[in-house]
């Protein structure tokens, strides 16, 4: 991973994480964040598997673009 993909992702996660918690039907149960010794780590529960694959896979959710 670079630095690009970092930052993007550093930018991305907390809008992926408000659309996750706006759909409490979507299958996230929870998260945990937190700053890790080099990078920010996230934590993520989710209800199924193909839940997490649902969304990650719909071209219409925030996922899809980073």
Do not use: C, I, K
Not at 16 to 28: M, S
Not at 38 to 50: E, M, N
């Amino acid at each position: 991973m670079d630095g690009t993909q970092v930052a993007a992702g550093g930018v991305a996660m907390p809008r992926l994480l408000r659309e996750l918690e706006a759909d409490p039907e979507g299958g996230l149960l929870g998260s945990r964040a937190w700053f890790g010794l080099r990078a920010p780590v996230v934590v993520q529960y989710w209800r199924s598997f193909d839940d997490l694959n649902e969304y990650a896979r719909n071209p219409e959710r925030e996922h899809r673009p980073v």
